[in-house]
Nanobody, 125 residues
Framework: QVSLVESGGGSAQAGGSLRLSCVAS????????MAWFRQSPGKSLEGVAR????????DEADSVKDRFTISRDIAKTTVYLEMNRLKPEDTAMYYC??????????????????WGQGTQVIVSS
């Protein structure tokens, strides 16, 4: 059974930085696809970044490109989201997700069967 545990959320000022972590257990990093999503009150879930856990090939959404970076540590079975130059509109609950099928890794919500409990990020202006 896959377990995903996020941490690292909190409060930050606009322009600041935070790093989120997602520790995975019961999930193979040798052939995995993991992603970060976020959801603000009243809005739908939005894909933020995704990564092939074996090759580390990654992509970030246009809304966060050049500010956020997804990465992974195979030995620690952990995926990170480095968030820089934060904006108030980045305020959201951030979720880590893992897909059972890693043949094609995207930020399609429907692709991911395994989810963490989320970590809150609040950015003040």
């Amino acid at each position: 059974q896959v377990s995903l545990v996020e941490s690292g959320g909190g409060s930050a000022q606009a322009g600041g930085s935070l790093r989120l972590s997602c520790v995975a257990s019961g999930y193979s990093f040798r052939r995995g696809c993991m992603a970060w999503f976020r959801q603000s009150p009243g809005k739908s879930l939005e894909g933020v970044a995704r990564i092939y856990t074996y090759s580390a090939s990654a992509d970030e959404a246009d809304s966060v490109k050049d500010r956020f970076t997804i990465s992974r540590d195979i030995a620690k079975t952990t995926v990170y989201l480095e968030m820089n130059r934060l904006k108030p509109e980045d305020t959201a609950m951030y979720y880590c997700a893992a897909a059972d099928d890693a043949s094609y890794c995207s930020m399609d919500v429907g692709k991911f069967e395994n989810w963490g409990q989320g970590t809150q990020v609040i950015v003040s202006s």
